[in-house]
């Protein structure tokens, strides 16, 4: 299994990720950032961080590239903007590119499928809008007939989780040591599902 991860400049979550992963699985693991510059340290709120979790960090960031995500099995992000440009980039990897919480947080899952669905049926309803609008209907019948799938969507997307991690970049210890933290306990519900899936 070759697991990416992927942040904004690959010096904080990204490398505190890959250097959990590391430590916890025998996984292949690597982590790069979408505006990284080669070659930077991780920050040192993060070597810190992870010290104080007796995990030692060697670490030179690197940007996204082509080869890298051919490599990787799965692509986890670290907020769902992170996904997005990733994959507007490269749409070719949009089945393999997860943030981590939505790749771990299972009861997201049916709520997400129910979002798909609905954006599908209101681009159905626009569609159906353009091509057959009949001339006598007002702009507010018009309205009301896509209010509805609207509503809809407004409703689910209030119901996913939060899935993005937020940066400690320029906070202070205790900022670092919280998103560790809390990347931590994502990292153990994934190696927890990869450990099922080879069952």
């Known amino acids: 299994m070759n697991v ?21 699985a025998a996984v292949h693991v690597q982590s790069a950032g979408l505006f990284a510059t080669p070659g930077s340290p991780a920050s040192p709120g993060t070597e810190y961080a992870l010290k104080s979790n007796d995990i030692t960090l060697n670490h030179q960031s690197q940007p996204v590239t082509k080869e890298l995500l051919d490599w990787a099995d ?15 980039q490269y749409p070719e990897v949009v089945e393999k590119v997860y943030t981590l919480k939505e790749y771990t947080l299972l009861d997201g899952q049916s709520t997400w499928e129910q979002l798909k ?7 159905e309803k626009r569609l159906t809008v353009v091509t057959e609008v009949d001339q006598n209907q007002t702009e507010q019948q018009l309205r009301a007939f896509l209010r509805e799938t609207q509503d809809e969507i407004d409703r689910l997307e209030a119901e996913l989780p939060n ?37």
């Open 4 to 24: 990416l991860f992927i942040c904004t400049g690959n010096t904080c979550r990204s490398p505190m990720a890959q250097a959990l992963l590391q430590k916890k």
């Open 74 to 88: 799965i692509i986890l992000t670290m907020t769902m903007q992170h996904k997005h440009a990733l994959t507007a």
């Open 117 to 123: 669905q609905a954006y599908a049926q209101l681009e």
């Open 163 to 199: 899935y993005d991690i937020s940066d400690p970049f320029g906070g202070g210890q205790q900022i670092y040591q919280d998103t560790l933290a809390e990347i931590e306990k994502y990292i153990d519900i994934l190696i927890e599902k990869f450990e099922n899936n080879e069952k």
